[in-house]
Nanobody, 121 residues
Framework: QLQASGGGLVQAGDSLRLSCAAS????????MGWFRRGPGKERVFVAA???????VYGDSVQGRVVISRDNAKNTLYLQMNSLKPEDTAVYYC?????????????????WGRGTLVTVSS
C-alpha cells in the first residue's frame, strides 16, 4: 500500500516536499517513483529511484526535483524546487518489485491515490 502526502497550494518559485509511505512489501527491494497528471493532460513520468539509489528524472522536472528514499522509514520523497504553474498536478507514488525502474507507467505495478499540488502564478 502506498500513501502519498505533502501536496498543497503554493506560489510559483516555492518549494514543496512530497512523501510516500509504503507498507506491505520489503521496501528496500522495491523500485519507487512518481508520476503526475495535470489538468486536462496525460499522466507523465516524474522521477524514479532504484533500491540501490540510482535515479532518473523526467525532462519536464530535470534539475528542479530530487527523489530520495529512506529505507529505514519505508518512505519515498520528492523534493520539488522552483515550482511553476505547469507543475500543477496530482502526483502519484508508484512502486514495482525488483531493482529496475521505467518511464513507462505500465511497468509500475503498485499505485498510490495521489496528492494534489497546485502552483499559483
Amino acid at each position: 500500500q502506498l500513501q502519498a502526502s505533502g501536496g498543497g497550494l503554493v506560489q510559483a518559485g516555492d518549494s514543496l516536499r512530497l512523501s510516500c509511505a509504503a507498507s506491505g512489501r520489503s521496501f528496500s527491494r522495491l523500485a519507487m517513483g512518481w508520476f503526475r497528471r495535470g489538468p486536462g493532460k496525460e499522466r507523465v513520468f516524474v522521477a524514479a529511484i532504484s533500491g540501490l539509489d540510482s535515479t532518473v528524472y523526467g525532462d519536464s522536472v530535470q534539475g528542479r526535483v530530487v527523489i530520495s528514499r529512506d529505507n529505514a522509514k519505508n518512505t519515498l520523497y520528492l523534493q520539488m524546487n522552483s515550482l511553476k504553474p505547469e507543475d500543477t498536478a496530482v502526483y502519484y507514488c508508484v512502486a514495482r518489485d525488483g531493482n529496475n525502474y521505467f518511464r513507462d507507467e505500465i511497468q509500475w505495478r503498485y499505485w498510490g491515490r495521489g496528492t494534489l499540488v497546485t502552483v499559483s502564478s
